[in-house]
């Protein structure tokens, strides 16, 4: 199941919540889907609410504005779709909201010799649709491809998609966002990501400045993250390839693992406690070491 933990929220942005249910990979596609939305002390501050619910994914979407909302800790969102247990999800609102910006590319400009494990294929449609790419020539396992990068070529155009799943029985290709022309005998390139892997050293850079104390007026700059979670993944891609205690892959996980620390450590934190967009004094260059923990 789709996991909507750690969601920061942009105040005064519009943002679509997403819910869903599958079962042996299979998405349920529910009849009825609702939305209610909590602040820390439990109290409504969106009474349940009928969600959109796509009749082809059963993905369930609700578009919920933050204007007028405090920024702050532990709002909740809770989902209920058809009898199934209702999931309750925690979200944040924030000024400043963690960005994860690392792609695959950057991971081959750190270290280039990561690219043995990005597989790329070219081929030609038979058919498809606007979200799909029939190609016969395809014999991968079912979602080998999911997650990865698809781009496809029509006429003078090119464009950028990410697939979304692989069917090896009906060779079809699926993939996100939508285009404005069906795919006929199209062109395309498609290859492997490592992007679930980014995103989950993300998560786990973004849950240590969750804990931050005066988190909500935290300003993220995003190099600052970008470096920590480049740092993180590698830390966790090296970890899972060492085979013994002296090996290449051990020396390079306690490189990036010391890297990621020393980077923490000295990392200075700007506050914009005020939400003026004016950093007054003692809001700049705290250092990770000299901030409260409190969650």
Known sequence: MQTQDLIEIKKGSIYTFTHFIE????????????????DSDGDSILTKTAMTINATTGVCTYAWDSTGKEEGLNYQVKFELDSYNPVIRLFDIYLYPFINNITDDDL????????DGIYEVSGKAQSGTVNTIIDRN????DDHWKGGQLTIFQGQDVYTRKVTGFVLSTNTITFSPNLDNAIMENNYSMRQSFQDKINRAGIEVQLY????EKRASLIMDSYTCKQLILYKFFEHYFFEL???DDDEFNIKYKYYADKY????EGLKL?????????????EEDRNVGSIEWFR
């Open 270 to 282: 700007v506050y914009d406690s005020q939400g003026d967009g004016i950093i007054d004094d003692g």
């Open 242 to 244: 060492i085979k013994k």
């Open 261 to 264: 620390q020393a980077e923490m």
């Open 209 to 212: 400045f969750k804990k931050l």
């Open 23 to 38: 079962n042996q990979n299979s998405y349920i596609i529910p009849s009825t889907a609702f939305i209610t939305i909590m």
């Open 138 to 141: 395809r014999n991968e396992l």
């Open 108 to 115: 081959i400009t750190e270290y280039s010799g990561i690219k």
